[in-house]
């Protein structure tokens, strides 16, 4: 364990007490001025450690940044799922840094997050709109003993976890489009991006790419995506008591809504990955029709006459029910049932 | 395209011809003395061509080293594979190189051979011995329109292609033991390494890599492998008039069997290339059956009983076909036809 996760964990293990110089060094095995230089260090990145001379250390409050040892200090032991964690400033994709990894033989669990990304990937070759700071743009390195057929119970996963996270963390009722879109008040708040390197018959590793909207105001989104998209602090704001009638007041008058202060990304992203964790223990144990039952209670789809684009062709009628492997069981027009392992959905009702 | 392969393909069209200094240098739009130098420089590769003073040039013979621009030269034009194609002396495996290509965005089409694979893959993760110059090491980029379910149907069709031109370049009768193995004397002659990239729906790029044993004599294979490998220099040397009874008498006596003389790999290289362009367009257009059909006139393993090993698990039963996306169908001993997408075959009749 190096330093600022051994620091971090015992100062939030401590909450509102205080930890005394010599007790921390005495743990990590350091001098008490080592001690001191480490909080200076965290200090420049924005924590708030207050030091008393006779009380010790106290973390006040920790920055709307995204730091490696930090959110290890909070995710606490799991099974696969940040086995290791890094941070990245700025990378293409978070998906292509895992990939990378990946190639060079890391085992599952890896995590990497990203505070941008600048060619941020959506399904079926898209791009995916990552500005700096205002989400959580990660992607989680899997090995699944599974077929490549099986790979959509890792997206119908990746959905239950995040949709299971963001309910606890806003307490908003969040829906789930499938195959891996999160919907908040019928806008795109998260999604998920599946990447497989398969042989025909055995996943080699499955790269998890997961995208939440979390402060961005409506102007941080691309023009495009406005009318589509929405962030969590956006749908707070909304959902506040009056929330709804005072941003319609604001706009009226021509004023931007008054925003909900923005929420703690670090600790939405500990939730992501614990819930995460647990639903790929779920999967790997054989148990995806408990994940898919929950997935059901979730989807917004499900039940609903929906229009599917796969390429050029069109299917239409009533999404029943998922299968075993995840795909979605369309029953069309001719009463016939079809298998839809992919496509674009349209809620027709 | 450029001058070696100009020069080589004008060379080649003109057979036991020769063709005058002027000629080349006019079509080529380049000077005598440069027609000259670039002949040089193919003579320091080892390509034998005369030149006399009236006369003019003529290729003799070419080495036995894999050249892109006479493999090109040789090839003619193709729909798809082959659009490109590069030659390494040494890599760690093709299919690697092939996999950046991928990943940086080159098109589909692009091949890629090398002397020696200093790390070859087979299939579950296994190796594939690769010696430098005694055999085709190479791989294939393709983009298809198929979800990853599919891509069974591409190993079905290389391996297909591979049993043809096989077959047509030595005249022996090679078998296809389901999914990528194919057989000479009842050893392995070539295999066929299937890797995609895929989200769950849609390939994004699937890399066909191909090994065959061209040139090998027995000490050339690792000791494991000789019991099961086989070159198609050896197995022609067997199958000679004569040839099984001379092997073993020169065992009986101790000696090495007399080899047959080593086979032209770019020959081969370039009628696989044709081939494997053939049945992919075959698959694109959607007549999988008719390439399966083929596919089971060659196989080994239709109509025979069989243990297969898919991880821990073990089906037993008789192979009865293939269906519709390149699946074995196994009738198991319990009368359920099972649909088996990979693992290990075992023939046990």
Redesign the interface.
Known sequence: MNIDLSLLTALRRAGSEAVSGAELAQNLGITRAAIWARVEALRALGYEITASPHGGYRLIRAPDRLHADDLLSRLGPTRVVGRTLQVFQKTTSTNDVIERMARDGVPEGAVVFAESQTRGRG??GRGWSSPPGQGLWFSVLLRP?L???E??QL?VAAATASARAIRDFTGLPVGVKW?NDLLLRNHKVAGI??????????I?YLVLGIGVNVNQGASDFPADLRPRAISLRQALSASAPGGERRRRAAVAGGERPAAARPLDRSALAVLLLRELDRDYARILSGRFEAVAEEWAAFCTTLGRAVTIAI?PRLVRGRAESLDRD?ALLVRTEHGLLERI???DVRMDT
Do not use: I, Q
């Open positions: 399904r079926l003993e077929r490549p057929l790979a959509t997206t195959p991006l599946t990447e497989l390197s398969a042989e025909p018959d055995r080699r390429g995840g392992s992919g496509g």
